[in-house]
């Protein structure tokens, strides 16, 4: 059973901190992982993907990949009340693989 | 571009009432997927088509059923509404190179 794992917070980060929100996967194989947002009410957006170890930075966002460990986190620098939302994190094995979704993060950046 | 569009938005159905939740996307994308997202529960796969023509279940298909009329459309049809299926339904699509899924609005659905 492949599988996504995020706790589901909420995480509280005072304005202008930087947040991590981290997600751990089960399939040693997995090769591609996707940071989505999901504000209240709305659709996911995807923020980042990332498929090699290592950092891969967007601005304020940074992905970070270590398939030893199976964990991928998402950095948030400079955080805004306006990155208050769910954060999820999504994994697939392969091309012809279903993405796996993790349940979400709550981050809550306090004003 | 519209990106994926799904109607309705909003739908109250009686149960065992039926009813089709639209989805078109206009990216040319050859995947497209319908899950429900409960509280708690996360994203949870209902049905997906990995090519025009073609079908598969994913975690959660009973009760439901998938047509995919073109590469456009897929749509997900309710035969008969059970108070289960009280949910927001979200329809998504993919390109086949990068992987990443591009998501409708949604459609709150209340069975009661």
């Known amino acids: 059973q492949k599988e996504v794992e995020q706790n589901s917070g909420p995480l509280s980060v005072p304005e202008g901190a930087i947040a991590s929100l981290n997600c751990t996967y089960s399939?040693?194989?997995?090769?591609?992982f996707f940071w989505y947002r999901q504000y209240s009410g709305k659709s996911p957006e995807l923020i980042m993907f990332?498929?090699?170890?290592g950092d891969k930075e967007d601005g304020r966002f940074t992905a970070q990949l270590n398939k030893a460990s199976q964990y991928v986190s998402l950095l948030i620098r400079d955080s805004q009340p306006s990155d208050s939302a769910t954060y999820l994190c999504?994994?697939?094995?392969?091309?012809?693989?279903?993405?796996?979704f993790g349940k979400g993060t709550r981050l809550h950046i306090l004003p | 571009n519209a990106g994926v569009t799904q109607t309705p938005k909003f739908q109250v159905l009686k149960t065992g009432q039926s009813m089709t939740l639209q989805c078109a996307q206009d990216m040319n994308h050859n995947s497209m997927y319908w899950y429900r997202q409960d509280p708690g529960m996360g994203l949870r796969l209902i049905y997906y088509s990995a090519s025009e023509g073609t079908t598969d279940k994913g975690e959660v298909p009973n009760g439901y059923n998938v047509s995919r009329l073109n590469k456009r459309e897929f749509s997900l049809r309710l035969e008969s509404a059970a108070p289960s299926q009280t949910s927001v339904y979200f329809c998504a699509s993919e390109p086949s190179l990068t992987l990443e899924q591009y998501f409708g609005p949604g459609t709150r659905l209340t069975v009661t």
């Open positions: 990332i498929y090699s170890n």
């Open positions: 399939d040693r194989g997995s090769q591609s």
């Open positions: 999504a994994a697939r094995f392969g091309r012809d693989d279903k993405i796996i």
